[in-house]
């Protein structure tokens, strides 16, 4: 079946650095979706990727779909410690089909 | 969200024992969704539904068994919990085709 692959599992990051989560389908994807978990809370949706090449921008973050639609990535300018959280990527093989989830990158932040 | 709302929101259990989840939602979603969730290894679906009485299995339904009666409503079943069944289980609802999926707080559970 279908696979989502996220890396690193986990990110330290010092206060005001950049860094980047990588996402890897097993298969061609529909679309792609990211959300973000604080911790104690739920998945709470970001971004969605659609069109291959596609790159979104929300403030900080910048998201970006892969040409062949296998792979995703987020980065994040300047971290801050509101940043700090788990971030999945959510892939669909097909149109309206179910997601698929990576295991998430938790993030932490040295301030 | 608050407009998904789960109940309990955390439970300590005994194996063997039947235990069920509810999920219920003001969304009016047509889509809703059980997941479970392990330390790194994300968010993994059970058992999901496109409309009342639709079920479907996703990748780890084993042991668990689902009930859509109500559009609002779907209820996840644990008919004899075993310790490896501990988790955090969130329930999400989506609307048709591409849409984000909104998740309840989620329910800790802990079978001893």
């Known amino acids: 079946g279908q696979q989502v692959m996220q890396i690193p599992q986990y990110q330290h990051v010092q206060e005001g650095e950049d860094f980047t989560t990588y996402c890897n389908s097993s298969t061609t994807l529909s679309n792609i979706q990211w959300y973000k978990q604080r911790p104690g809370g739920h998945p709470v949706f970001l971004i969605q990727?659609?069109?291959?090449?596609e790159v979104k921008k929300q403030k900080r973050l910048t998201f970006q779909f892969g040409e062949a639609k296998k792979n995703s990535s987020l980065h994040i300018t300047a971290t801050q410690t509101t940043d700090v959280g788990t971030y999945f990527c959510?892939?669909?093989?097909?149109?309206?089909?179910?997601?698929?989830f990576g295991g998430g990158t938790r993030v932490l932040v040295k301030p | 969200d608050a407009d998904v709302t789960q109940t309990p929101r955390n439970r300590i259990t005994k194996t063997g024992k039947r235990i069920m989840l509810e999920c219920s939602q003001t969304k009016g979603h047509d889509r809703m969704y059980w997941y479970r969730q392990d330390p790194g290894l994300g968010l993994r679906l059970i058992y999901y539904?496109?409309?009342?009485?639709?079920?479907n299995k996703g990748e780890i339904s084993d042991g668990y068994s689902v009930s859509r009666q109500a559009q609002a409503k779907f209820s996840l079943s644990l008919e004899s919990a075993i310790p490896n069944q501990t988790a955090l289980y969130f329930c999400a609802t989506g609307q048709r085709g591409n849409q984000p999926q909104h998740f309840g707080d989620g329910t800790r559970l802990s079978i001893l």
């Open positions: 959510a892939g669909r093989q097909a149109a309206g089909n179910k997601l698929t």
């Open positions: 539904s496109f409309d009342v009485k639709d079920i």
């Open positions: 990727l659609v069109k291959s090449g």
